[in-house]
């Protein structure tokens, strides 16, 4: 059964960093890439970074260069290093396989909220 336990989220000013972790239970961790989406309010989910299972990596344009994904496979969780945040980055961060839809399974997310 698969499970994802997402934290890290917080409160944080402009310029500053936050690190997200994403617990997978199950088989699926060792099969798919994984990735990071965000919510925004009012905005649908979208996709913002990817690490294949040999450790490829894809960001979107908008976190490139500020966000890094990585995964500890022994400890079947995937990080994602935010940096240099933004007020736009605020939302609530999921993960999931890559691929995943909206009919998935999804856990509860963190909230990320980028404030003064």
């Known amino acids: 059964q698969v499970q994802l336990v997402e934290s890290g989220g917080g409160l944080v000013q402009p310029g500053g960093s936050l690190r997200l972790s994403c617990i997978v239970s199950?088989?699926?961790?060792?099969?798919?890439?994984m990735g990071w989406y965000r919510q925004a309010p009012g905005k649908q989910r979208e996709l913002v970074a990817v690490i294949g299972i040999g450790g490829s990596t894809w960001y979107a344009d908008s976190v490139k260069g500020r966000f890094t994904i990585s995964r500890d496979n022994a400890k079947h969780t995937v990080y994602l290093q935010m940096n240099s945040l933004k007020p736009e980055d605020t939302g609530v961060y999921y993960c999931?396989?890559?691929?995943?839809?909206?009919?998935?399974?999804w856990g509860q997310g963190t909230q990320v909220t980028v404030s003064s």
């Open positions: 999931n396989t890559n691929t995943a839809q909206e009919s998935a399974y």
């Open positions: 199950g088989s699926i961790f060792n099969l798919y890439a």
